[in-house]
């Protein structure tokens, strides 16, 4: 199967992804709707998530920073990821519908059915870098049929969902997750910069949100 993006997340706070919250407000003025959200059972962490035909988007938080501490997960470091702009950790998850490249490790959530399990890129293992993933599922919103895609975001008249830009504090590794991603077209462009972490992401058709500080631009 080929590489295709299945879902970005992004790490906010709890609260800026509630009514009301920064990021859900942002999200609301362009005229997104939530279609589903989540609690992550046995993983300290829940969301609220947003589809579009080909992938959806994610705001990611922690709610139990304990439980979330008796996972695996700390190799991936999702305490500081979820501090990012105390730490200087990527906010940024990419999962991806396909086999993952490079060297990965298996992560198995306590809530995801018998035999489920995402794989995980070890490009990850630096918190700098954003998580790179596999999705256990293996078709886009559009095709799904327990009812979690909702409406999608047909109401705003958007389709597609894509990652135009990611900026990063480092190369990333040649035939490594985010090197395969850029390569594939799950990510346009890479760019290389100082700064705080930045992803834009495209919703078509014709407009762009810069996050993490949710601007329309």
């Not at 942002?26 to 997104?32: C, E, I, N, V």
């Not at 058709?205 to 996050?211: F, Q």
């Amino acid at each position: 199967m080929a590489l295709e993006l299945d879902h970005l997340f992004v790490f906010v706070e709890p609260d800026e992804a509630a009514p009301g919250g920064r990021a859900f407000e942002a999200l609301k003025a362009l005229g997104l709707e939530p279609s589903f959200t989540r609690r992550h059972v046995g993983q300290g962490t829940a969301n609220v998530c947003y589809a579009f035909d080909n992938a959806y988007l994610e705001l990611f938080y922690v709610l139990d920073e304990r439980e979330l501490e008796a996972t695996s997960l700390g190799r991936a470091d999702f305490i500081a990821r979820a501090a990012w702009r105390e730490t200087g950790a990527s906010p940024f998850g990419i999962a991806c519908r396909g086999e993952m490249p490079g060297d990965s490790w298996v992560y198995g959530n306590p809530s995801f059915p018998p035999g489920v399990s995402i794989t995980i890129s070890t490009e990850g293992d630096d918190p700098a870098m954003p998580l790179a993933f596999t999705s256990p599922g293996n078709a886009p919103p559009s095709e799904w049929t327990d009812g979690r895609a909702g409406r999608r975001q047909t109401a705003a008249g958007f389709t597609r969902l894509t990652i135009e830009r990611l900026t990063l504090s480092k190369v990333p590794v040649a035939g490594d997750a985010l090197d395969a991603f850029h390569r594939a077209g799950l990510v346009e462009v890479l760019e290389i910069a100082e700064g705080e972490p930045e992803m834009l992401i495209g919703l078509a058709p014709g407009r762009r949100l810069r996050v993490p500080a949710f601007i329309p631009t």
